[in-house]
């Protein structure tokens, strides 16, 4: 849905013509929330999943179809994190993280990539159905943050130059978190059609300077609408235009059906095995931690 408020659990569209540059700003409060009070989860890898979360925001809305679905994996090995995953679906976001209690206390209080996920991969899958498109880049989770990955990955695997800033944190209790994603796409190129390559043209500096000075108070602040915000960034640009918004919520898409469709596949020994104490089979989502209790009889 587009929205007026331009404050909280919304994505902003905004292009600098004048340099080829455009992107997308996106600022979330009560769905990081909403989405961290379905875990239990200690508040270094709650701000974890709250940078990735406005990450897959910000990447989910590149996409042109209403219906894409954008899906953001990290998988690691060595580690206090083995895998997280988030995705975004018409503005719903949803996402979690696997990880070991122990080694996460271990780790710094401001950790490090590396602490966090010892060495893996960034997987980034666009997925458009009716153009019937399915595209994923894949790149080392290398650098000093998510949103330095995030970066490679547009150079890497798009050859797109690029700005990701994401900031997380909590004030009085809650999350706040938001992000800024900034692109060189010369002369009238969207989403990932290249026209041209260019790594060095002189316009992508110069926007990457005035982009890569905003504050993370700024991009969490819900007090400084999204567009005010881009103003104070590009306001000495000859012409600076917010596009379309878009109010992002927090969707789970599992399914009580579909769980039982696939418990039904198991051979029945397999499904015996399953049944708990309590004389059902218990299958978790582990996006939203909706528990779905099956009876054996349900499904012979
Ligand atoms: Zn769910």
């Not at 600022?27 to 508040?43: C, F, M, Q, T, W």
């Not at 976001?93 to 490090?112: C, I, M, N, Q, W």
């Not at 919520?249 to 059906?257: A, H, I, Q, S, T």
């Amino acid at each position: 849905m587009p929205t007026d408020q331009l404050n909280t659990d919304v994505v902003l569209g905004v292009a600098i013509p004048s340099r080829n540059a455009r992107g997308r700003i996106a600022r979330l409060g009560p769905v990081i929330d909403a989405i961290l009070a379905s875990h239990d989860y200690p508040p270094v890898i709650e701000k974890l999943l709250a940078e990735a979360v406005t990450m897959t925001a910000l990447l989910g809305a590149l996409l042109k179809e209403p219906q894409g679905q954008l899906t953001v994996q990290a998988q690691t090995e060595g580690g206090a994190v083995d895998l997280l995953v988030c995705d975004y679906l018409g503005g719903e976001l949803r996402g979690y993280v696997r990880h070991d209690l122990e080694r996460v206390a271990a780790v710094s209080e401001k950790p490090t990539l590396q602490e966090l996920f010892g060495s893996g991969y960034l997987a980034i899958t666009f997925d458009q159905p009716l153009a019937n498109e399915r595209y994923q880049g894949i790149v080392p989770l290398e650098g000093r943050s998510l949103g330095e990955a995030a970066q490679s990955y547009f150079g890497q695997s798009e050859q797109i130059p690029s700005l990701v800033r994401l900031a997380a944190e909590q004030r009085d209790g809650r999350w706040w978190a938001g992000g800024l994603l900034l692109q060189h796409l010369p002369e009238g190129e969207e989403g990932r059609e290249r026209l041209h390559t260019r790594l060095d043209h002189p316009d992508w500096p110069h926007v990457a300077i005035l982009g890569g000075s905003v504050k993370p108070e700024e991009l969490t602040d819900p007090t400084l609408p999204l567009d005010d915000l881009i103003w104070r960034l590009f306001h000495e640009e000859e012409e600076l235009r917010t596009l379309g918004s878009r109010e992002l919520v927090k969707g789970c898409r599992c399914d009580p059906e579909y769980v039982r469709s696939v418990i039904a596949r198991f051979p029945a020994e397999e499904r015996r095995a399953m049944v708990g104490e309590d004389g059902v089979i218990r299958v978790d989502c582990a996006f939203c931690s909706s528990s779905f209790p099956i009876a054996p009889d349900e499904v012979a």
